[in-house]
Nanobody
């Protein structure tokens, strides 16, 4: 069973930066997909960024393109999300997710992921 633990959330003013990190207890599949999702109160969980671990390809939601960067550190078994130029609308609980297999489609749908972390809160004030 893969366990995902997020860290790095916090409070920041608009325009600031935060870096989230996701550590996996064990990689069940070195060619799976890892992603970051977020969920604001009263809203559905939405995909933010995904990385295909085998080749390192990435995809981003339109709302974060050019501001967020997802990356992986294979030596540390971590996947990070660097968030720059943060806006109040980026405030949400951020979740790390992983697939058990190599297929993850577009990579930004919750139904494509089998493993989830507990989340880390990001709050951006104006």
């Amino acid at each position: 069973q893969v366990q995902l633990v997020e860290s790095g959330g916090g409070s920041v003013q608009a325009g600031g930066s935060l870096r989230l990190s996701c550590a996996a207890s064990v990689w069940s599949n070195s060619r799976n997909c890892m992603a970051w999702f977020r969920q604001a109160p009263g809203k559905e969980r939405e995909g933010v960024a995904v990385i295909w671990r085998s080749g390192g390809s990435t995809t981003y939601a339109n709302s974060v393109k050019g501001r967020f960067t997802i990356s992986q550190d294979k030596a540390k078994n971590t996947v990070d999300l660097q968030m720059n130029s943060l806006k109040p609308e980026d405030s949400a609980m951020y979740y790390c997710a992983a697939t058990s297999g190599t297929y993850c489609g577009t990579g930004l749908l919750t139904t494509q992921y089998q493993y989830w972390g507990q989340g880390t809160q990001v709050t951006v004030s104006s």
